[in-house]
């Protein structure tokens, strides 16, 4: 059975950090490109920072030079790194694994966050 756990996310203000972790089970997660996505009320969701098998990085516009994507392997984890959060910034935040040439393609359950003062 394939999970995908997110977990970091909360309440911060504006221009503090947090990381999310999206933990990955039931998958080879070295053979999955990984994403981040979010969606806030009202608002469909959308692609916020991606990294390939190879480790290549991509990023929405909006979150270019605030936030880092990485990912571990060996503990089957992918991370986001989010700097100098704004309160744009708040929506649920959902975990994706991609394996698109075979057609897979997994969610996890999302984990909130909050930017407010």
């Known amino acids: 059975q394939v999970q995908l756990v997110e977990s970091g996310g909360g309440l911060v203000q504006p221009g503090g950090s947090l990381r999310l972790s999206c933990a990955a089970s039931g998958i080879m997660f070295s053979s999955y490109d990984m994403a981040w996505h979010r969606q806030a009320p009202g608002k469909q969701r959308e692609l916020v920072a991606s990294i390939t098998i190879g480790d290549s990085t991509n990023y929405a516009d909006s979150v270019k030079g605030r936030f880092t994507i990485s990912r571990d392997n060996a503990k089957n984890t992918v991370y986001l790194q989010m700097n100098t959060l704004k309160l744009e910034d708040t929506a649920v935040y959902y975990c994706?694994?991609?394996?698109?040439?075979?057609?897979?393609?997994?969610w996890g359950q999302g984990t909130q966050v909050t930017v407010s003062s």
């Open positions: 994706k694994a991609s394996r698109t040439w075979f057609g897979r393609f997994y």
